[in-house]
């Protein structure tokens, strides 16, 4: 049977390893190619209409 501060372990590991996992996440997906390219159309779409 598992301890209580065996679960107490896994738990702390895999709650590290969820918010690891979120941030790198999160960093992958703003600066993934994808992103880039629609804030650049969008960049000059919003100068176009400014230059109107």
Known sequence: MITD????SL???LGSSA???IVLY???E????DHLAAEKT???AAAAKARS
């Open 11 to 13: 738990a702390i590991f």
């Open 42 to 44: 969008n960049q000059k």
């Open 26 to 28: 999160h960093f992958l």
């Open 19 to 21: 918010m690891l996992l």
């Open 30 to 33: 703003v600066n993934s190619e």
């Open 5 to 8: 501060s065996q679960l107490y």
